[in-house]
């Protein structure tokens, strides 16, 4: 499945929001787009996924049998957007397990009490439950909202929005973005070019007509070996549902381990 942006534009009181030429990013794969703040990222995670209507141009969904339609209904089943600022991100005061509760009711998978925490403590998160969504560390809380986006059954694409805003190394989350398109996922990653070139980007700073343009730029797309998810057993899903396990991305901390709420585990690296 794909989803194919073409010749966009978006306008707002002030002048362009958004102009793009074309993006596409596929199921399985993992594409990072870099800008600076005013070029264009919340547009386009709205657009690209049927959440707002371009001013023009066209947004294509082509399915896995070859077919296309440019349905924004249909385009929103299927995408998720991960901590939007102002659009989908949590209020900072809320405690962990109030946003996983809600999470987990968007995707109509918390009816039974009990279920919240039990999705915690499956994730390895359940030490955060009473722990303010804006103490958890970056890379944590990318993890726990991208984890619950993907609890929604027929969500393919996810885009995780500006993840770097919240501090801590861009690998951590570029990681992250990469275990879900390793899983079968379309996942766009929106970050600023300084984290890009964190991740070894090639791009040129933004001076003169480029810092003004409203247009993200592609900094590396990726296409992961595929991986099978981790599943786990929990009498509140159904029998048929896969549970995408966060905890493997952390790694086991040591038993001594002493660290502070939300801080990722210590991983082994591979041999």
């Known amino acids: 499945m794909q989803l194919v942006l073409e010749d966009i534009t978006v306008y707002g009181r002030r002048g362009p929001l958004l102009e793009l030429d074309r993006f596409t990013v596929s199921t399985g794969e993992c594409v990072l787009m870099a800008g600076e ?8 995670a709205l657009v690209a996924t049927g959440r707002l209507a371009p001013f023009s141009g066209r947004v294509r969904l082509v399915r896995d049998d070859g077919s296309e339609t440019e349905d924004r209904t249909e385009r929103r089943r299927l995408t998720a957007v991960v901590d939007l600022p102002a659009v989908s991100e949590p209020d900072d005061a809320v405690p962990v397990g ?66 770097d805003r919240h501090g801590g190394e861009p690998a951590d989350w570029w990681e992250i973005a990469q275990a879900y398109a390793s899983f079968g996922y379309g996942v766009l990653v929106q970050c600023g070019r300084s984290s890009a ?75």
Do not use: C, N, Y
């Open 37 to 44: 703040p005013g070029q264009g990222h919340t547009a386009m």
């Open 98 to 163: 109030t946003v996983t509760a809600e999470g987990l009711a968007l995707a109509r998978r918390g009816s039974v009490p009990g279920g919240p925490t039990r999705w915690l403590d499956r994730h390895d998160m359940g030490a955060l439950r009473t722990v303010r969504v804006d103490e958890v560390v970056g890379a944590v809380r990318t993890a726990l909202l991208t984890a619950l986006a993907a609890e929604r059954k027929e969500v393919r694409f996810l885009v995780l929005s500006l993840p």
């Open 197 to 271: 070139r964190d991740l070894g980007a090639d791009i040129p700073p933004a001076r003169g007509d480029s810092a003004r343009r409203a247009t993200p730029l592609e900094a590396l797309r990726i296409r992961p070996p595929s991986a099978s998810r981790p599943t786990a057993a929990d009498p509140d899903r159904p029998a048929h549902d896969e549970a995408l396990d966060t905890a493997w991305l952390f790694g086991e901390a040591p038993a001594d381990d002493q660290q502070e709420p939300g801080a990722p585990r210590t991983r082994e690296k591979d041999q």
